[in-house]
């Protein structure tokens, strides 16, 4: 009579092997779950403050075209400090962008566009969803005869000397941001940048 075989555990060692490969690549797909969802976030919150600094720019348009003076409107007796107009006989410095653009501790120039001129509430988007209220920051950069208005001109008036004077156009340079860096925290912070021209 045969002695049967005794049994040496093989299936269970590969079942154990089993167990553990299927537990790293759970493992590794709820690693690249959690990394897609941050990206996912990341790019949600990155859209959202780029929204609200086009918020920001087109109120600031909006408010430019129907103020005049805006600078005297905004800032009061300190709407020298941004006229940057070269032939203003004290030109204030101003460079391609404000230096506290991303200051968290200095917001000196900066506006919440709830405090612009003529500017109608439904510009404030997306306040559930973000922090704080985006900013905008204007300059004067020159003021310049409207050769357009020259052109437009007619032949009596160029040619038999009309004592009538062109339009003068003033343009701003807006600066425009997601929000007050000191509330934003550690979400997404856009700033963006335009010119504007204004007929006097």
Known sequence: MTQPKKQQGVALVVAMIMLVVATLIGLSSIRSTTLQERMTANLYDRSVAFQNAETALRAAEMSISSTALILDSIYGANSDDFDCDPLNPTPTT???????????SNSTGWVNITALPNIPNQFLVNTDITLGTPQVYIQLIARVEDKEAQQNQSANEQQYGSNSVSDEVWYYRITARSGDPSTINERAFAALQTTVKRSR
């Open 94 to 104: 101003c460079g391609p962008f404000p230096e506290n653009t991303w200051s968290s």
